[in-house]
T-cell receptor, first 115, second 115 residues
Framework: GENVEQHPSTLSVQEGDSAVIKCTYS??????FPWYKQELGKGPQLIID?????GEKKDQRIAVTLNKTAKHFSLHITETQPEDSAVYFC??????????????FGSGTRLSIRP | DGGITQSPKYLFRKEGQNVTLSCEQN?????MYWYRQDPGQGLRLIYY???????QKGDIAEGYSVSREKKESFPLTVTSAQKNPTAFYLC??????????????FGPGTRLTVL
């Protein structure tokens, strides 16, 4: 079945440095890739998303890149801050299909920012 | 958490008891979802509903039941048949028009512990 692999599972970076989280997906029909941030004891919050007709999208310190040929997409956080510490999930889904658009989630990356 | 509420935040259940988790949304979303999250794990889909009075099983529906009598409400019952119910339960909703599910937005979650 469809699968999304996410790496690394844990990531520790110095405050101010950049963090990169990578995901690969198996369903070539996937066309929508959201990223969620989950703080301890809370529900995941959408932080950025990208559609398959776009190669890169930025929102302040966060950017996402997509390589459809390789079926890879990545989250880049620059100038990391303590409040960036959380678990990040990538996901892939098909939008615009008649069947329910189930989102397939990666297994998550626990990001820790060292002061 | 944007218009999706889950109650209670913490729930304790004795073995052999059924328990119902509440999920309400005021976003006028058509589709609603239930996920289970175990410690250090990703999200697994239990049930989803695209419209009122209709719902489908997800990947791990055994031991769970749902109803969708109202657009804004999608309660989840964890039955005694669920062998390992201790987990963090997340409800989500999305717009759903013309067969295309939109971005999913999550509630704050309910942590269920079986004593």
């Amino acid at each position: 079945g469809e699968n999304v692999e996410q790496h690394p599972s844990t990531l520790s970076v110095q405050e101010g440095d950049s963090a990169v989280i990578k995901c690969t997906y198996s369903d070539s029909a996937s066309n929508y890739f959201p990223w969620y941030k989950q703080e301890l004891g809370k529900g995941p919050q959408l932080i950025i998303d990208i559609r398959s007709n776009v190669g890169e999208k930025k929102d302040q310190r966060i950017a996402v890149t997509l390589n459809k040929t390789a079926k890879h997409f990545s989250l880049h956080i620059t100038e990391t801050q303590p409040e960036d510490s959380a678990v990040y999930f990538c996901a892939a889904s098909r939008r615009g299909y008649s069947s329910a658009s189930k989102i397939i989630f990666g297994s998550g990356t626990r990001l820790s920012i060292r002061p | 958490d944007g218009g999706i509420t889950q109650s209670p935040k913490y729930l304790f259940r004795k073995e052999g008891q059924n328990v119902t988790l509440s999920c309400e949304q005021n976003l006028n979303h058509d589709a609603m979802y239930w996920y289970r999250q175990d410690p250090g794990q990703g999200l697994r889909l239990i049930y989803y509903s695209q419209i009122v009075n209709d719902f489908q099983k997800g990947d791990i529906a055994e031991g769970y039941s749902v109803s969708r009598e109202k657009k804004e409400s999608f309660p989840l019952t964890v039955t005694s048949a669920q062998k390992n119910p201790t987990a963090f339960y997340l409800c989500a909703s999305s717009a759903y028009s013309g067969g295309a599910s939109d971005t999913q937005y999550f509630g704050p979650g309910t942590r269920l512990t079986v004593l």
